[in-house]
């Protein structure tokens, strides 16, 4: 404990030097300002942001990208109450109470709840944060190849179950296009091309920043410019530092949203929307106020700021640990440690433990840091939402353009973020999510590795996928997850337990 507490210390005081504070001050504030403007998400940013700082030292760009992760996530809610537009997905849930409020004059109040809000639910994911993910990390140990394999199915397969839960096929397809996309190019194992049709570019594979790029960038911009908005701005007038009583008053609900939205962020490509919907959903059934729910209620504000903004420092649990991403904003955080030469997965805490709490450091600053955004330039961050949508496109595509470019400089790479780019609007179109796509392309190879080299180490008996104890855990898991999602299995499920509870059988 105390070599953590060590280490926690060591990792703050990392970034407390000149560069590191004006890395962490401006990142902080220009994810606050991308967050705050409709069209321009956290994932779009942080993946804009990986082509800007490849020659950074590796620490520098991490905390940058990580700054604008945490002040993206937050500044959603400056439109979410002041337009009723969520500026990003995961504020959708903010609208519902923080509009009303600003309607009814109570838009400074709105924005200090949320601020707060935002700041403790990303305590409570640090904590769990600084006490899980070591204790992960000594258990992914255990893991081999059989065990790699099914936890990238079960990464795919739920994020694609919990990102379209009215239609859960729609996420599961969406998840197999992305491992289809990872089988393009050169193998692991034996180096052999595949998929490529011809095309030389292809068989190095396809890169996953353009990917990433396209998908969540160009598609927006297709987005809006289909779908033109002018919302009407309600402005800020009364009081935005919050009273300790409004602190206080909700603290079961703080800490209740916390510890959901940190599940939702450990659950492999949820995400943060999923969190502060599940976080809403829950305070308004523990509430005793349930009425004004969507009506103006503090509550609910308090409980959908607290999810999300929970579900940064919880993504990073199995980020670090396994590699796997629990947000699309952490699967190209992956992506950037790689480019820079961190190895996240079950041998970071033994080759490189200072990284973990230098990532808490991160996260305690960067909580810091938007809290005194968040209350001191309010008025200047309103004056942000005035800027149309439509004006911003224009630069955001030249960044994509200029970001696919930038990493390997190829042409190519920028076709491969316009095919994302429109590939990504039309499934956006038919509703299909866009994270289960990319996880998919970020986890295809470690499934596809996994598989074939534990069927080798097999001699090609797949018993060993079904027999070893993690292993079996697993796939009953996965099994249980596909099964849940067919409408007859749930009808079924709920006439048993209707069946055999007292109403039932009365």
Avoid at 283 to 301: H, I, M, N, T
Avoid at 369 to 382: E, R
């Amino acid at each position: 404990m105390f070599e953590g507490f060590t280490l926690l210390g060591a990792g703050i005081a990392h970034f407390m030097t000149p560069e590191g504070l004006f890395n962490l001050a401006w990142a902080s504030l220009l994810g606050v300002v991308i967050g705050a403007l409709p069209g321009l998400t956290a994932t779009m940013g942080v993946a804009l942001l990986v082509t800007l700082t490849y020659k950074m030292p590796p620490d520098q760009a991490i905390l940058c990208l990580m700054a604008l992760y945490v002040g993206a996530i937050y500044g959603g809610s400056r439109s979410a109450i002041l337009l009723a537009i969520p500026g990003t997905p995961a504020s959708a849930a903010t609208t519902l109470d923080g509009y009303p409020l600003a309607r009814a004059g109570k838009a400074g109040m709105a924005m200090g709840i949320a601020t707060t809000s935002s700041a403790l639910g990303t305590l409570v994911g640090i904590a769990f944060l600084s006490l899980i993910a070591p204790l992960l990390a000594e258990f992914a140990l255990r893991f081999g190849s059989y065990e790699f394999f099914w936890l990238a199915l079960f990464g795919v397969l739920i994020s694609g179950r919990l990102t379209a839960i009215d239609d859960p096929l729609k996420g599961y397809v969406a998840g197999i296009l992305g491992l289809l996309v990872a089988m393009i190019g050169m193998e692991g194992l034996h180096a052999f091309q595949r998929f490529t049709f011809g095309i030389p570019s292809l068989g190095g594979g396809v890169d996953l920043i353009p990917a990433m790029v396209g998908a969540f960038g160009f598609a927006e911009i297709l987005g809006v410019m289909k779908d033109r908005i002018t919302p009407k701005l309600v402005t800020s007038d009364d009081r935005v530092l919050p009273r300790l009583s409004d602190l206080t008053r909700y603290w079961r609900t703080t800490i209740r949203s916390g510890i959901i939205g940190t599940i939702a962020g450990i659950i492999p490509g949820v995400g943060e929307d999923i969190g502060s919907w599940a976080s809403y959903a829950a305070a308004r059934r523990k509430s005793k106020e349930a009425d004004q729910f969507g009506k103006g209620s503090v509550e609910g504000l308090v409980a959908a700021e607290t999810g999300n903004s929970a579900v940064i420092p919880g993504a990073m649990i199995p980020t670090l640990t396994l590699a796997l991403p629990g947000s699309a904003s952490a699967a190209v955080l992956i992506a950037a440690m790689f480019i820079h030469g961190i190895r996240p997965g079950p041998m970071l805490m033994q080759e490189n433990p200072q990284f973990l709490y230098q990532i808490v450091g991160i996260l305690l600053l960067s909580t810091i840091a938007i809290t005194i955004y968040g209350l001191s330039l309010t008025k200047l961050l309103v004056r942000v939402l005035l800027v149309p949508r439509e004006k911003l496109m224009p630069v955001v595509y030249v960044l994509c353009v200029v970001g696919s470019f930038a990493i390997t400089q190829r042409m190519f790479d920028v076709y491969v973020m316009v095919a994302f780019g429109l590939i990504g609007f039309v499934l956006r179109q038919m509703r299909y999510p866009m994270a289960p796509l990319v996880l998919g392309i970020i986890l295809g190879d470690l499934l596809d590795v996994n598989l074939r080299r534990g069927l080798l180490i097999s001699d090609g008996d797949v018993t060993p996928f079904f027999t070893r104890p993690i292993s079996a855990v697993l796939f009953a898991v996965i099994m249980i997850t596909v099964l849940m999602s067919m409408p007859a299995v749930n009808r079924g499920v709920a006439n048993v337990f209707k069946r055999f509870s007292p109403n039932g059988a009365s």
